[in-house]
C-alpha cells in the first residue's frame, strides 16, 4: 500500500496512475494517515462500499469487547457520555427521541 499526501491529490494523472498501479492509497494530513482511496470497478461499486462499512463496524465491535474485558461494562450514563463525545467529535447533535404514546400489547 502507498502514501499520498493531500495536496498531491491535486495531481490527478499521478494519482490515477499511482491508484492503478497500487489499487489501494493511504492519503495522508500532515504526515498521519487520513483516509483509504481504494479502486473498485464500476459493477462491484457499491458491494465493495458494503463490505468496507461491514469489516469497519467488526472492527469497533471487536474494540469494544476487548475494552468491557478489561474495564468492565458501563453503566447507562457512561454510554450516554460516550455517545455524546463522539457525535461531538464527528460535529453531530444530540438527537432526542421522545415517545409519543404508550406501546400497544
Known sequence: ?????????????????KLASQRELVITRDGKPSALMI???????EESLREIRRALFSAAVSRVRKR???????????????????????GLRRVCWHRTSEPKG
Open 1 to 17: 500500500m502507498d502514501y499520498l499526501a493531500v495536496n498531491d491529490l491535486k495531481k490527478t494523472s499521478k494519482l490515477w496512475e
Open 39 to 45: 479502486s473498485v470497478s464500476p459493477e462491484t461499486g
Open 68 to 90: 468491557v474485558e478489561t474495564e468492565g461494562i458501563p453503566d447507562d450514563a457512561a454510554i450516554a457520555a460516550e455517545i455524546d463525545q463522539s457525535r461531538k467529535e464527528r
